[in-house]
Every structure is written in structure tokens, then in C-alpha cells.
């Protein structure tokens, strides 16, 4: 094995980048659907034909390549060790982690081929209460990084999302063992009467232990144990842009998104559930719990290329290519490279661990 290189997006420390300053809310305006009925057609239409363009001159062939980077560098040159349990992968593990692992032989079994957890260790309970004590010597040691993030938040790490769980693992780790990870993301759009088509994004706080000060789609979020698909998505929409519950009401379950990225924190085999919400052209998200510092409203005709630049959090970007094909924003025709675009955006992940 060799150790596989990582990549990182630079952080933006500002929203004073084009196209990001000119997407500021004027919160003096007000809707008119009556008379600014036409007025919002033409713009969602010019609104459209500009991206159809842009997107000639936009890479989102190379940006989903550079999403997926795990799958197309240490991937496909086998850099890592998978982890076993239950008969099935559920983990790959790269180099520089599996050394600190042999340090706990009484937790793990290693060879060149594989990790599993030692022979006595048989049973969910035991499998969380062995890795949760080595992941807190870790910790106190401070080993990696990624833990200084510690959340006290778990996955459950399952052979395929339909089964019951085999363990859970403290959220922070998972990227350190390669484990699948499973969120939602919420679109959130106004179809406004003075911008046009727009869509909603965030700006992270600098605080955050993952992607601080980047850009990021509207909401997003893990899928911890115990809480559902849809009752996490409703949870993150109030938290961080407190969306009423008469408006996640009309929550549009779409899909989902998956990929294969690696950063410095780890390799992150990702599926996002993915919703669609139309939010009223009177809302403004306002955030509960810290996470974000700034909102952006981006009319459509600025989001390819909002996305494509290294002050997005790229692993939201799939989330929003897979909106703008859906909406026939972007098609084959503005797109050559659209089959392979929709491919890199639904990577089989469950047949990458089997």
C-alpha cells in the first residue's frame, strides 16, 4: 500500500468574490405575484438560457471528478485495507491509519488483507463499547485531527442502509475508517419576481470543525442513530434555517446523490438524501444553532458557477448539479459530457462494499 494524496478546498475567508457579492438579499423587496407574474417568467427563462451557456464554459465534468477523488486516485489503486464485519466491507482504511490501529490488538485484528474486529468481539454493544474506548484514547492522545471535532453524535454502520446496524461509530471517525455515511440535503428555490429562478445557499460558520467559512447548499445533514430520513431533514431545515414546519411540510423527497471523496480528514463514501423545497419569496432563512453565518439568494444563471468555485463545500456540489439537471437547466445539449456528469453523481457505492 501507498499513502494516497489528499485534496482540499481552500477556504474562503470572505463573500466578497464574484459572482457571491451580487446575490445579496435586498430585504426592501417585496412579491407582487399579480403584477410581476410575466416579469418572473422572462427572467426564469432568461434566467435558464444564461446557465445553458455558462455551463459550456464551467467544468462540471471536472468537478465531479475532483468530487469523486478517492474513487478515481486510491480507489482504483487499492490504498487502503478494508474493514470486515458481519461477512461484508464496511470500511476502507488507508495507511496512516491502520498504524495507529495495530496498537490496540485486543480490539482489532489486522492483516495485509483485512480488519475485523477480534474474535471475542461479537455483538453490536460490545463492537461500540471496544471502538468508542479507542477512539477516546485517540482523542486524548491527539492522534488525528479529525477527533478534535469529536461530536458525540454517531452512524450506525450498516452492510446496506435496509439492515439493522452492525455498530455505530462516533461521526467524527467515520472519514478515518473509510466508513458510508448517510445525510440529506435540501434545495431550497424561490421562483422570484424581481431575480428570477434562485436558489438559497448558506455560508458556514467559521467555527465549524468540517468546511469552516465555505459556501454550502441550502441545508444538509447527517442521518445520526434513531432519527429518520425525513425527520432528520426536518430537524436540520429548523436548526439552521428555521424553516416553519408549515413550509417543511411540503418537503419533495427526490433521490439521492452519492460519491467517493477524500480530504484531509479522511475518505467520505457519501449518499445524501436529497429533498426539493419552494420556499415563499417573503422567507429568509435565519439560523438556530450556530452553524451558519451568512445566507445567500443566487439567481440560477450564477449557480454553476458559484458551485464550480473552491469556496463551495464540494461535497454539496452533487446535490446541486443533480437540481439543475432535473430541472432541464442543464441538459445534453448544454452539456456534453452529461452521461458521464449523472454517473459521477450516483457512484453504486453499495457494490464498492460488499
Not at 101 to 111: A, D, G, M
Not at 123 to 144: W, Y
Not at 253 to 259: E, I, K, M, N
Amino acid at each position: 500500500m501507498r499513502r494516497s494524496s489528499f485534496s482540499f478546498p481552500l477556504m474562503a475567508d470572505s463573500l466578497n468574490s464574484e459572482p457571491l457579492k451580487q446575490c445579496q438579499v435586498d430585504k426592501n423587496e417585496t412579491p407582487n405575484s399579480t403584477e410581476n407574474e410575466t416579469k418572473r417568467q422572462k427572467l426564469q427563462q432568461g434566467g435558464v438560457e444564461n446557465t445553458q451557456k455558462q455551463v459550456r464554459n464551467n467544468h462540471l465534468l471536472k468537478l465531479c471528478k475532483r468530487l469523486n477523488n478517492f474513487f478515481f486516485k486510491g480507489f482504483l489503486d487499492g490504498n487502503f485495507i478494508p474493514f470486515i464485519c458481519g461477512g461484508s466491507t464496511v470500511g476502507l482504511v488507508t495507511p496512516w491509519v491502520v498504524i495507529q490501529l495495530e496498537n490496540y490488538p485486543e480490539v482489532f485484528s489486522i492483516t495485509e488483507e483485512s480488519i475485523m474486529f477480534a474474535e471475542h468481539i461479537t455483538e453490536p454493544q460490545a463492537r461500540n463499547k471496544a471502538l468508542d474506548r479507542v477512539l477516546r484514547d485517540l482523542k486524548a492522545k491527539d492522534t488525528f485531527l479529525p477527533l478534535s471535532g469529536w461530536r458525540e453524535e454517531c452512524y450506525e454502520i450498516k452492510r446496506i442502509f435496509s439492515e439493522p446496524p452492525l455498530f455505530k461509530i462516533e461521526r467524527s471517525a467515520s472519514p478515518l475508517f473509510g466508513m458510508r455515511k448517510y445525510g440529506v440535503q435540501i434545495t431550497g428555490y424561490v421562483n422570484h419576481s424581481a431575480k428570477g429562478l434562485c436558489l438559497w445557499f448558506q455560508k458556514r460558520s467559521p467555527t465549524k470543525p468540517t468546511w469552516p467559512n465555505m459556501m454550502d447548499n441550502f441545508v444538509g445533514g447527517g442521518i445520526t442513530e434513531g432519527i429518520s430520513v425525513l425527520d432528520t431533514a426536518i430537524k436540520e431545515a429548523g436548526e439552521e434555517a428555521d424553516v416553519p414546519a408549515e413550509i417543511a411540510a411540503n418537503l419533495k423527497a427526490v433521490g439521492t446523490v452519492s460519491f467517493f471523496h477524500e480530504s484531509d480528514r479522511g475518505i467520505h463514501p457519501n449518499t445524501e438524501f436529497v429533498f426539493d423545497l419552494e420556499l415563499p419569496e417573503d422567507f429568509v432563512p435565519h439560523n438556530n444553532d450556530g452553524e451558519v453565518s451568512d445566507w445567500q439568494l443566487v439567481p440560477v444563471d450564477q449557480v454553476v458557477e458559484v458551485i464550480c468555485s473552491e469556496d463551495f463545500k464540494i461535497t454539496s456540489s452533487p446535490v446541486v448539479v443533480d437540481w439543475l439537471i432535473r430541472q432541464g437547466i442543464v441538459t445534453h445539449d448544454s452539456e456534453p459530457d452529461m452521461p458521464e456528469i449523472v454517473e459521477l453523481i450516483h457512484l453504486p457505492l453499495h457494490n464498492f462494499y460488499i
